[in-house]
């Protein structure tokens, strides 16, 4: 399916095998995801509750907006989204970047959710020294190498980026997007949460290890912890447990509206 939010044309899917469903469910990716990241999981969720599932814009096959967007521009779509679904209340369920976004758009908008769903959740790490350091000699490293006048600047730019570990995205689009949302921290957003929340995290998770999760756990008052089998994609990598979990705490905590 296709909307137009404000210019932008956005893909989601939208599914649902039960006539009378517990609740609507929308899902934020994560970086290198698109809404099949959640295939293993709405699979069943559908059973009982209306599924969503965004190509954020300007990822998968979703229109790349005509300007940077960072946290605070993802979460307002999201906003924009739900109104034009006409969506009352609901459940956001945000994996990784799209946690991110999840963790802003609560703090908010509590008012359009009835819970929050936070899979290895990104916004509270915080960059180590040498990570800015690292940084920092990337944004240098252009300036001599434009300077010096090499034909095959991109080429020595990206080599650049290798030798001193900085991961550049292909795409220009996400790599500033990545820039803009990774220096933004989003603990005082975390405190602010006031609708019930699920934290769920992989037990080997080397991207965002377990200590962040535990760490917006503390921040986000009254939010339940809950650990699984795997990486980063646990929720893939363990989906039956992980829906099994996403069940009985909507089943827990009452008051869906659908």
């Keep these: 399916m296709i909307v137009d939010i404000k210019g932008v044309k956005v893909s989601y899917s939208r599914t649902c095998s039960s006539k009378t469903p517990k609740g609507t469910l929308v899902f934020l990716h994560g970086w290198g995801g698109s809404s099949q990241s959640w295939k293993p999981n ?9 599924c969503i599932a965004i190509d954020m814009p300007g990822f998968s096959v979703s229109a790349q907006p005509d300007e940077i967007w960072g946290v605070e ?38 008012e359009t959710l009835t819970h929050l769903i936070l899979v290895a959740a990104a916004g509270l790490e915080r960059r180590s020294l040498l ?11 252009k300036l001599p190498l434009s300077l010096l006048g090499f034909k095959n600047f991109e080429l020595l730019r990206e080599h650049f980026y290798k030798v001193i570990g900085v991961n550049r995205d292909s795409n220009n689009y996400k790599w500033e997007v990545k820039k803009l949302v990774t220096n933004t921290n ?16 992989g037990t080997n998770d080397v991207i ?7 760490e917006l756990n503390h921040k986000i008052k009254g939010s339940i912890l809950k650990q699984i089998k795997g990486g980063h994609n646990a929720h ?7 829906n099994y979990l996403v069940d009985k705490f909507l089943a827990n905590n009452r008051g869906l509206v659908r």
């Design 208 to 214: 965002l290890p377990l200590k962040v999760g535990k």
């Design 236 to 242: 893939q990598e363990s989906a039956e447990e992980f």
């Design 42 to 50: 709405i699979s069943e969720l559908k059973q009982n509750y209306d």
């Design 131 to 141: 990570d800015k350091i690292k940084v920092a000699l990337a944004k240098i490293g």
């Design 186 to 201: 989003l603990t005082e957003a975390a405190e602010k949460i006031p609708v019930p929340t699920l934290i769920v995290w």
């Design 73 to 110: 521009e993802y979460s307002k779509f999201i906003k924009d989204f739900a109104v034009s679904l006409n969506l009352n209340r609901f459940v956001l369920v945000g994996k990784s970047f799209g946690g991110r976004i999840g963790i802003l758009y609560a703090s908010k908008w509590s």
